[in-house]
């Protein structure tokens, strides 16, 4: 399986490619949102509500998934390069 940090302006995303279920491979982006959108939850929310709009029309789109908790934002705590935390969300 593949793991792999793609090139970003001010967010962090992850490619990864993973088996899911049998033999079925799926490729995902993880990403983590900048100091500032983390900050922004509606902002998040309302990204992915036009996700699922648009996945709704019949056009392919990317979407957000859950994770194991059911929710489609998480927080995590982040040590910055100062030593400071901060919080951002996936």
Not at 65 to 81: D, K, P, V, Y
């Amino acid at each position: 399986d593949t793991i792999k940090e793609l090139d970003s302006y001010d967010d962090r995303n992850f490619y990864f490619r993973a088996a899911t279920t049998g033999d079925t491979i799926g490729e995902f982006v993880l990403k983590v949102h900048n100091g500032v959108e983390s900050r922004r939850v509606p902002f998040i929310e309302a990204q992915n509500m036009a996700m699922r709009a648009v996945a709704a029309s019949g056009l392919w789109c990317p979407h957000a998934i859950r994770a194991l908790s059911g929710l489609e934002i998480e927080r995590m705590t982040l040590r910055l390069a100062n030593g400071e935390a901060d919080e951002a969300l996936l």
